[in-house]
């Protein structure tokens, strides 16, 4: 029975130390259950991206909104799964206070358009990282990997894998954040 006591007084003590759950575990359910939120989160990367018709975009440039980071390309299984509830968001929610950014890893940015035809995703972008550096510059576990700024460019979460974005999970992540 003693050690019955001191073992439970114990947890008690450990569980106190623990650093508190930020508010976003709430939504750490169903298709969110990976969302995480780093002790340290990697700075916004300062890297210039471009469309397949040479346009160019900075993360920076979407200061002023809740941001939707997707990293993906379009040989990866769950990147292709996804592609599609991302742009049904983008399509729900995108505008003034949120956007989805996806930035593709493929090898050839010419690689894009035809695969958003083929899938008809007609609402999100066509942004790729010709550098190769998004993997390194934000020590991604794998693609998909999904990463939500603030509008001040701060990460706020992150998910590793596929994830149903049209979700209602999803949904009331992203309205939450918005507020």
């Known amino acids: 029975m003693l050690i019955f006591g001191f073992g439970t007084v114990l947890l008690v003590i450990v569980q106190s130390c623990q650093s508190p759950k930020t508010g976003l575990d709430r939504f750490s359910v169903a298709s969110l259950k990976k969302l995480t939120v780093l002790d340290t989160a990697p700075s916004q990367p300062l890297a210039t991206y471009k469309s397949p018709d040479g346009a160019e975009m900075k993360l920076a ?25 991302l742009d049904a968001l983008e399509a729900k929610m995108g505008g003034d206070n949120f956007a989805v950014v996806p930035i593709s890893l493929d090898r050839r940015a010419s690689d894009i358009p035809e695969f958003y035809k083929d899938r008809q995703i007609a609402n999100l972008p066509e942004w790729h990282d010709e550098s190769f550096s998004l993997n390194g510059a934000l ?19 992150r998910i590793p894998g596929e994830v149903d974005w049209d979700s209602p999970e999803s949904l009331a992540l992203i309205k939450h954040l918005i507020e």
Do not use: Q
């Open 61 to 85: 440039d979407y200061h002023g909104k809740v941001v939707l980071l997707n990293v993906w390309a379009t040989w990866c299984p769950p990147c292709v799964a996804e592609m599609p509830s």
């Open 139 to 157: 020590a991604l576990p794998g693609l998909p990997t999904s990463i939500f700024y603030d509008r001040s460019g701060r990460e706020i979460a």
